[in-house]
């Protein structure tokens, strides 16, 4: 009953819409195109300006003047003749302006302490949309020149994603009006994709290998079922792929000069994957298993150089890598830039960045910290932890500056222990401080449960320790068999509603392409995911009223009476 009535809302859904926009790699971010104070014909200051120590805000305002203006440029001097003339300022209040038909103007200079937000403005830039939007909507130009204004922005200054507002978050005032403010979340996504994610406004992954069964040893048969499952995941709605590039077993899945290709395959499964990716207009990271060679016993490499090992139970070596191998992290930064010198990729990812379960002794570590500390760990069981995070933190720093050197617009994630304190006490994985630090750009939390009550505080926990200076990802468990597409469904509806979550990816491509009903789930999804996300944070958390909001009504009524004739409430 459960399947057929999935598989009859998938069908309607499949009915109802078309795919989405295609996805485009990264591209950099740069100043936008502004018209100078000359330009509109400014007057000068009246007064010296206070200048600001540093920028970590953008506020949203409007002018609350009329919509209806053929020279925006006379309407920016009216307001600059007010602000100094009746409110006695030194000059216009905002640093920016923009109008409807997406032109930016020039306010009073970014090094200058702005009038916008009383008791708020120093480090604040002061963005102002001409018009009233308590009356009219944004315009598509006005918004895409406002992602542009505050992409530079966040690029330039490093502004917490988090402090990208509207003037009403500050003070009681309509400004910058409902439909404006209604923006504000969809602005934050569609500026932390632009510089630092992927995707256009909600981000859409899933997390890909090409390891198991499923896949044909044969050559033409796997990329039949390579370009079958691109189009399937296009279907959904998924705009990205992370593509597992290094295994946790010490062999690769690409034409490497440095390590072992995967016995399976006597071609480049990496190449084909990003051009045929490529035609469809899907992006494409790799992820690379960081710390472990082997995984449950030594590879060949580490078997080949031990005293790397980590130890577990009876000093025995396990297939992991200790952070202070220096000669290990040489190989794995030589890894990464052969990647993405060679492969068109749009980014890099570590997965496994962390110490085992298990680990018992780090002999590298420990003698490097006797030698730097003077002290034997057991003197210090604590400060030896900290010590092993910052090796392993190390490592995702080199890494970064590898991937960056190559070209600055590529992204740098980590996929991460979901509980920010279990992931630094006990697998001394410090990623909040990375994403604070900007050593990553992202981060993509393994928050697999099919308790979507579990999966909220772990996004709650996650964005409270990010935070929501750079983006957090949540990653979901499609291949838990406890996995059902309506507690799928929950669990990406509380993604899409959560602020400081800026997409999900899904684990893995195996699991999605086994079964059709979370396939029909993330399109529904992905296709009413935007009207989610301006509906706000604290919205409707009725499932009905979420169907309703990504189906439509008429195929929500449809699936309504579908769920009705099944006898089962949906
Ligand atoms: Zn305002």
């Given amino acids: 009953m459960r399947a057929a009535r999935w598989l009859l809302l998938g069908l309607l859904v499949a009915l109802a819409f078309s795919p989405g926009p295609a996805a485009q790699a990264p591209q950099p971010v740069s100043k936008p195109r502004i018209v100078t104070r000359s330009e509109w014909g400014a007057r000068p200051p009246r007064c010296e300006f206070e200048s600001n120590p540093c920028i970590n805000a953008v506020t949203v305002h409007h002018t609350a003047t009329s919509n209806e203006y053929s020279d925006a440029r ?30 930016i103007y020039e306010g009073r200079p970014l090094w200058a302490v702005g009038a916008h937000v009383r008791g708020r403005n120093v480090g604040n830039v002061g963005v102002a949309l ?13 918004m895409t020149a406002l992602v542009e204004l505050v992409s530079w922005l966040v690029k330039e200054y490093g502004v917490p ?76 709605g998924v705009t990205t792929v992370f593509f597992l590039a290094k295994g946790p077993w010490g062999y690769v899945y690409y034409n490497s000069s440095l ?48 005293e790397w090992a980590v130890r577990g139970e009876n000093d025995k070596p396990m297939g992991w890598v200790d952070p202070s ?27 496994r960045i962390r110490l085992p379960a298990g680990a ?17 760990p057991s003197q210090d069981p604590a400060g030896f932890r900290e010590y092993v995070a910052e090796r392993v933190s190390e490592v995702v720093r080199r890494v970064r500056d590898a991937v960056k050197s190559v070209n600055p617009s590529l992204r740098v994630s980590v996929a991460v222990m979901p509980d920010p304190a279990i992931a630094r006490g006990k697998y001394c994985q410090d990623w909040a401080r990375w994403l604070r630090e900007g050593l990553v750009d992202f981060v993509v939390i393994m928050s697999y449960t099919s308790f979507p009550a579990k999966f909220k505080e772990y996004l709650a926990a996650a964005v409270r320790a990010s935070g929501n200076v750079r ?82 009504p008429a195929a929500a009524a449809a699936a309504l009476a579908i769920a009705l004739l099944l006898r089962r409430r949906p």
């Fill in 74 to 103: 006379e309407v920016v001097r009216a307001i600059q003749r007010y602000h100094q003339d009746s409110r006695g300022w030194c000059d216009i209040g905002y640093h920016f302006l923009i109008d409807r038909d997406g032109v």
């Fill in 130 to 142: 001409i018009g009233n939007y308590e009356e009219a909507q944004v315009s598509e130009r006005q």
């Fill in 161 to 236: 994603l988090g402090n990208i507002r509207g003037h009403r978050d500050y003070a009681s005032t309509a400004c910058p009006g409902r439909h404006a403010y209604a923006r504000l979340r969809e602005l934050r996504l569609r500026v932390a994709q632009r510089v630092y994610g992927f995707g256009e406004v909600f981000g859409l992954a899933a997390w890909w290998g090409v390891y198991s069964e499923r896949w044909s040893s044969e050559r033409s048969e796997w990329e039949r079922q390579v370009d079958e499952a691109l189009r399937a995941l296009k279907e959904a």
């Fill in 259 to 306: 390590a072992p290709l995967s016995p399976k395959y006597s071609w480049d499964p990496l190449d084909y994957v990003v051009r045929r990716a490529r035609e469809l207009g899907l992006s494409v990271h790799v992820y690379v298993n960081a710390l472990s060679e082997g995984e449950t016993k030594p590879s060949t490499l580490l078997a080949e150089h031990l």
């Fill in 325 to 351: 191998a220096e000669e290990y992290v040489e190989y794995l930064v030589r890894l990464v830039l052969e990647i993405v010198r060679r492969y068109d990729v749009d980014g890099v990812q570590l997965d």
């Fill in 360 to 376: 018992v002794r780090l002999p590298l570590s420990e003698a490097r910290f006797r030698e730097e500390r003077g002290l034997d």
């Fill in 471 to 552: 983006p957090v990802y949540a990653g979901v468990g499609v291949h838990l068999s406890s996995m059902t597409p309506r507690a799928m469904a929950e669990e990406l509806e509380a993604a899409a509603r959560a602020e400081g979550v800026y997409g999900v990816v899904l684990f893995n491509v195996d699991s999605l392409l086994a079964r059709r009903e979370p396939r029909g789930a993330l399109r529904s999804f992905s296709e009413g995911v935007e009207a989610l996300v301006r509906q706000g944070v604290g919205g409707s958390e009725s499932p009905v009223k979420f169907w309703l909001l990504v189906m439509g």
